[in-house]
């Protein structure tokens, strides 16, 4: 069983499904009871650590038939919740999936924070009494006459007018310059900045899911297993006393039908 056609030929063996030529549900692989999809999108050298992954998910039902709504427990898996089993877990899922990371996400939000900051800077030089924290008064007073109000809201809208309704334009954020040509440029700062911060909203939301997501035994587990099979000499060392615990349990027959596996592939 070295081979992905042999992996999937034992997988089905047990009496799931296995799906190749799905995209599924937009990740890599996905699991749900007795299915396993694997992405036709996939390169061939992720087909194993990918289905490894999923059929690590599989195991871990067995022994948790409600992981996927409660995320699993490290007890169940190891026998003991030590925090030291989600720190070298949280080491051997950054070494697995980089995503993990969020680096990108961060390296946006630090580019937010600086147009931020640019904003500001922007709107002291009128105003050097403004805080981000406080109501922008005089901008508040003008704001109300003006279009431009939407977009305090929305970066980009549509603004329909005329008795049928047919006319209209359209205003920006990216343009309020044009749109608006007589706004002082403090105010048009201030729009800005108050884009920004959605934005930063947004992405601080989206790192906390990421964050959420990674941190879940159930995934830890499905990364140790995969982390294995990528290079089993580097997360003993990432992970000595969580993989101690794992092999101890996996001699013992405690993980279903993950010990034909773990052998051959790892």
């Not at 039902?61 to 699993?72: A, D, F, L, R, S």
């Not at 925090?83 to 961060?106: Q, R």
């Not at 205003?171 to 706004?183: G, H, K, L, R, Y």
Request: glycine share 4%.
């Amino acid at each position: 069983m070295n081979t992905k056609k042999e992996l999937i030929e034992y997988i089905t063996n047990l009496g799931l499904t296995v799906n190749t030529r799905t995209k599924a549900r937009g990740h890599q692989g996905f699991f749900i009871k007795n299915r396993i999809d694997i992405s036709k999108n996939i390169s061939e050298e992720r087909a194993i650590p990918t289905l490894l992954h999923e059929f690590a998910h599989f195991v871990h039902y067995q022994i948790e038939p409600k992981m996927n709504i409660t995320g699993g427990s490290y007890t169940a898996l190891f026998g003991e919740e030590n925090p030291i089993i989600e720190k070298e877990l949280t080491k051997v899922t950054n070494f697995v999936d980089e995503n993990s990371l969020c680096v990108k996400l961060y390296e946006h939000k630090d580019r937010i924070k600086s147009k931020i900051k640019e904003y500001e800077n922007i709107i002291k030089k009128e105003y050097p009494d403004f805080m981000r924290s406080k109501p922008f008064k005089v901008f508040n007073k003008y704001i109300k006459k003006s279009e431009a109000r939407y977009l305090l809201k929305y970066d980009r809208v549509r603004i329909v007018s005329g008795f049928w309704k047919k006319n209209y334009k359209l205003i920006t954020v990216s343009t309020i310059e044009q749109d608006f040509p007589d706004m002082p440029e403090s105010f048009a700062a201030y729009i800005r900045l108050k884009s920004a911060q959605k934005k930063q909203t947004r992405v601080s939301a989206r790192i906390n899911k990421l964050h959420k997501y990674y941190q879940k035994p159930n995934e830890m587990f499905a990364r140790l297993i995969e982390g294995l099979y990528l290079d089993k000499e580097w997360v003993k060392a990432l992970a000595p006393y969580t993989t101690k615990l794992f092999y101890e349990k996996l001699k013992n027959g405690y993980y279903p039908y993950l010990d034909k596996v773990v052998y051959k592939y790892i």
